[in-house]
């Protein structure tokens, strides 16, 4: 076994919320300063800076995982992890299909940049982003699922756009055997409140949309020897859904 320090859920400047500074290319970096091993990149129902992401951590040394923070029809974060960056692009057309189109309005929202590994602007998302799709929680999973994807709710202890807020409990379907917490010492409190939640594995994403909001490495899984830490992070989130 091996330890993997983790941040499974990050920001890029194509998220609106995202510092125009949290490019690809920075945000590799400043994860390697952190310390981290393995990142996924979770933009807001998009995968397009995915490309950028995995040239710039090789460059670095961190080892990528393309990702996305999809948004419900209930206005549910659902973080959803791709083993491969081909599948993530294909994930990322079909949920393309299932958004509601909506003029981004940047002076508001903030910018929605498209990069290339060098720093560069080569593309700018004109239709906001992190708004509710036309997909209900159980059609996003069942569409993760068809690709792959590892799906788990997004920072469950959160207000805003949680789970158990949404919806006022933990739900028995889709069937998660994974969800995300934003703050670690809430885990107890919440598994005894909620019993469903016993059943699943709790993970930890820091849910940086800037620089200095990437901490330093602390979430660690212990996984097996073989392979990419990134495969073996992959597999051990495989292994815990099941």
């Given at each position: 076994?091996?330890?993997?320090?983790?941040?499974?859920?990050?920001?890029?400047c194509l998220s609106p919320c995202g510092d125009d500074a949290m490019t690809p290319a920075m945000a590799a970096g400043m994860l390697k300063v952190a310390g981290v091993d393995v990142a996924a990149l979770t933009d807001h129902n998009s995968v397009k800076n995915c490309p950028a992401f995995f040239e710039a951590c090789a460059n670095y040394g961190v080892e990528p995982i393309a990702g996305m923070e999809l948004t419900t029809a209930e206005d549910i974060h659902l973080v959803c992890l791709l083993g491969t960056l081909e599948s993530a692009l294909e994930f990322g057309d079909k949920v393309e299909a299932r958004r509601v189109r909506i003029k981004n309005k940047?002076?508001?929202?903030?910018?929605?940049?498209?990069?290339?590994a060098e720093d560069n602007v080569i593309g700018i998302e004109e239709d906001l982003l992190p708004n509710a799709t036309m997909l209900s929680?159980?059609?996003?999973?069942?569409?993760?699922?068809?690709?792959?994807a590892i799906c788990y709710p997004a920072h469950i202890d959160r207000v805003s756009n949680g789970i158990i807020s949404v919806l006022g409990d933990f739900p028995p379907r889709p069937p998660?055997?994974?969800?995300?917490?934003?703050?670690?010492?809430?885990?107890?409190?919440?598994?005894?409140?909620?019993?469903?939640?016993?059943?699943?594995?709790?993970?930890?994403?820091?849910?940086?949309?800037?620089?200095?909001a990437i901490p330093d490495a602390s979430f660690y899984l212990d996984v097996d020897d073989s392979g990419g830490a990134a495969d073996a992070v992959f597999r051990y989130l495989n292994r815990c859904r099941q």
């Amino acid at each position: 076994m091996r330890r993997v320090y983790c941040d499974l859920h990050l920001h890029s400047c194509l998220s609106p919320c995202g510092d125009d500074a949290m490019t690809p290319a920075m945000a590799a970096g400043m994860l390697k300063v952190a310390g981290v091993d393995v990142a996924a990149l979770t933009d807001h129902n998009s995968v397009k800076n995915c490309p950028a992401f995995f040239e710039a951590c090789a460059n670095y040394g961190v080892e990528p995982i393309a990702g996305m923070e999809l948004t419900t029809a209930e206005d549910i974060h659902l973080v959803c992890l791709l083993g491969t960056l081909e599948s993530a692009l294909e994930f990322g057309d079909k949920v393309e299909a299932r958004r509601v189109r909506i003029k981004n309005k940047p002076d508001i929202f903030g910018n929605q940049l498209i990069m290339d590994a060098e720093d560069n602007v080569i593309g700018i998302e004109e239709d906001l982003l992190p708004n509710a799709t036309m997909l209900s929680i159980e059609e996003a999973f069942e569409l993760a699922e068809s690709c792959g994807a590892i799906c788990y709710p997004a920072h469950i202890d959160r207000v805003s756009n949680g789970i158990i807020s949404v919806l006022g409990d933990f739900p028995p379907r889709p069937p998660f055997r994974l969800v995300e917490f934003s703050r670690p010492e809430n885990i107890v409190q919440y598994m005894e409140k909620y019993p469903l939640l016993r059943r699943t594995t709790p993970l930890f994403g820091s849910d940086a949309h800037s620089l200095d909001a990437i901490p330093d490495a602390s979430f660690y899984l212990d996984v097996d020897d073989s392979g990419g830490a990134a495969d073996a992070v992959f597999r051990y989130l495989n292994r815990c859904r099941q």
